[in-house]
């Protein structure tokens, strides 16, 4: 896939989405950059970038609004609202009273008031069953559905090389490859075993043939069908 010149991938040039990896820490994580109704979603900014990363957006629209994905994405949301005033900003319903007391922003609005931004071609669906909240995000384009996930499911291809976290990954089997997340919905959701069969009930109404992971690579579906099937069919 081509890239812009400052790290932006360009998984599809027309709706836009474009995505871009940042670290946070102890790990990285893929923010999501979608063209909506009038311009662009931004979904979990990415952390501590420069002016040129910002501006690399440029061609593909105005920045319209930004997304907390759950209530631990949001570091990157203070700098980019700095930079697009104007962008609304919107989370889970859940995840709300966390993310304006972590970004020290007020008025961060339910995803179910974002349908004015999104058009036909994107849906920020606000999941059900969680305490945190978390979105996923599902786009229409020429090559299939597109969902975007955040700590729901992983496809990370190696194990973390920090010895504590690649300790808790390996016993959780949390990676490597497509996986669901085994260790944040302990605290994240509400049912665990109900996330799973939303998932499934999703997956079977409008099939998705890639899968954008914040945490790791970008998975082609269709060439992976075991994978999928025991992650969300038989779920």
């Not at 998984?11 to 670290?23: M, Q």
């Not at 931004?117 to 559905?145: C, F, K, N, Q």
């Not at 899968?211 to 969300?232: E, F, K």
Request: hydrophobic fraction near 45%; glycine fraction near 6%; avoid cysteine.
């Amino acid at each position: 896939m081509k890239t812009t010149p400052h790290g932006w991938t360009i998984f599809d040039a027309d709706i836009p989405i474009l995505t871009y990896t940042y670290w946070f820490g102890p790990g990285t994580a893929n923010a999501l950059a979608v063209g909506g109704r009038n311009g662009l979603i931004v979904v979990s900014p990415p952390y501590r970038v420069t002016q040129t990363v910002f501006e690399d957006l440029s061609p593909y629209g105005p920045v319209r609004a930004l997304v907390a994905s759950n209530a631990f994405h949001h570091m990157g949301i203070p700098e980019w609202k700095k930079r697009f005033p104007d962008a609304a900003i919107f989370a889970p319903a859940q995840a709300i009273a966390r993310v304006e007391r972590q970004t020290r922003l007020d008025g961060i609005r339910p995803l179910a008031d974002a349908s004015a931004l999104t058009g036909a071609r994107l849906d920020l669906i606000d999941m059900p069953h969680y305490r945190t909240g978390e979105v996923l995000v599902r786009m229409r384009t020429a090559r299939g559905v597109v969902w975007y996930v955040t700590d729901v499911i992983l496809n990370m291809p190696t194990l973390p090389t920090n010895p504590i976290m690649k300790i808790l990954f390996k016993l959780s089997d949390n990676a490597p490859g497509l996986k669901f997340n085994n260790i944040a919905p302990v605290f994240m959701a509400k049912d665990k075993k109900a996330v799973k069969r939303w998932l499934a009930a999703e997956y079977r109404k409008e099939p998705p043939l890639w899968l954008i992971a914040t945490h790791g690579d970008i998975a082609d579906l269709a060439a992976n069908p075991n994978a999928v099937r025991d992650l969300l069919v038989t779920s």
